[in-house]
């Protein structure tokens, strides 16, 4: 049976209409605004059928590969591994493949995984750069739609979509010092990204805001990894001042406080409070649960895809930057 055959039948079972149909197995079912009991009905019957769309031969019509290349850089960090499942699962409802890359934080891995995309023509690209340079990464996509994701360029015209982080940071450390605490130490992530430059800020801002009371700030860190949470975490507990607060810039970070605190001994709150950036389920189930800064991933995620989207499809014009930093939002637990 050809495909307009098994379309044909596809429609006398589910009573839809064989243009409603190809929407919903080509991806296209958001864009027609088709209800998801439709969707579930359709896809369920095609896959019955045994029935898939010919995907090289709805390419070669779109003049599309319908395939997007997405970097990170690193998937084994939990706040990546959310963004990217997010980002797949919305441009999947449009019926994009995605190109998955781990860059780990390296800009030569970056480079390559850039340079494979536009060999394999992908229709766009987002990205989370690691590069602290934009001209690197602007020479390789200047020619796909390409939107930044999490990180971000001052000096580029690369369109990006974000979290507000020195606004995160800097109200994280502000409840710290109004739940009382004066020797706050600051464990940051990958000095050159841009979203730890701006917690780096938020923080000492927050700190310098209250000196006059007292109030003293510490930063110290190399990479947003649970080592660096450890050896860090180790250090500071271990000197003849400790802090009082350790405020972790990421979530991979706190893991590596938590143990070194446990190994040592000690506990939360009692003899240091927690306080992160970055949220996770597993936050809550935690003793004692984890005040931290959750980031609006789903919208980030969400959002970046379709203004990506509107670029593929030519509704924005190439000249035209959006640049959006959304805001996150301070969730009390009990570790401050």
Do not use: W
């Not at 049976?1 to 149909?21: H, V």
């Not at 050159?192 to 700190?207: C, H, L, Q, W, Y």
């Not at 800064?293 to 670029?311: C, G, R, T």
């Amino acid at each position: 049976m050809n495909a307009k055959e098994t379309l044909f039948t596809i429609s006398k079972k589910t009573g839809y209409s064989m243009s409603t149909i190809s929407r919903v197995l080509s991806g296209q079912a958001k864009k027609y605004r088709i209800s998801n009991k439709a969707i579930t009905i359709i896809r369920k019957e095609a896959e019955r059928s045994n029935f898939s769309p010919n995907l090289i031969a709805r390419s070669l019509k779109l003049k599309k590969t319908c395939t997007i290349g997405l970097s990170i850089p690193a998937i084994d960090n939990p706040f990546f591994s959310n963004l990217a499942g997010r980002v797949i699962a919305h441009m999947k409802d449009y019926g994009y493949n995605i190109l998955l890359a781990d860059t780990m934080e390296n800009e030569r891995n970056e480079r390559d995984a850039l340079m494979s995309f536009m060999s394999r023509n992908v229709d766009g690209i987002i990205a989370v750069p690691v590069s602290p340079y934009s001209v690197m990464v602007e020479s390789i996509v200047k020619s796909v739609p390409t939107i930044l994701i999490d990180r971000y360029y001052e000096d580029s015209k690369l369109s990006y979509v974000c979290t507000d982080n020195y606004a995160g940071s800097y109200s994280a450390t502000q409840y710290l010092i109004e739940r009382g605490y004066k020797k706050i130490h600051a464990i940051q992530g990958t000095s050159t990204s841009m979203p730890n430059k701006e917690r780096v800020r938020g923080f000492n801002d927050a700190i310098a805001a209250h000196k006059s009371e007292g109030v003293q700030g510490s930063v110290s860190g190399s990479s947003f990894s649970v080592e660096n949470g450890i050896s860090e975490t180790l250090r500071i507990m271990s000197g003849k001042v400790r802090p009082d607060a350790i405020f972790a810039f990421g979530t991979t970070i706190l893991l590596g406080v938590i143990n070194t605190i446990k190994s040592m001994g000690l506990s939360v709150p009692d003899d240091v409070a927690l306080i992160s950036f970055d949220d996770n389920l597993f936050f809550d189930y935690m003793d004692p649960p984890i005040t931290r800064v959750a980031q609006p991933v789903a919208e980030i995620s969400h959002l970046a895809s379709d203004i990506l989207l509107k670029m593929i499809n030519g509704e924005v014009d190439e000249d035209e930057v959006c640049k959006m930093q959304l805001l996150p939002k301070l969730i009390h637990g009990r570790s401050c």
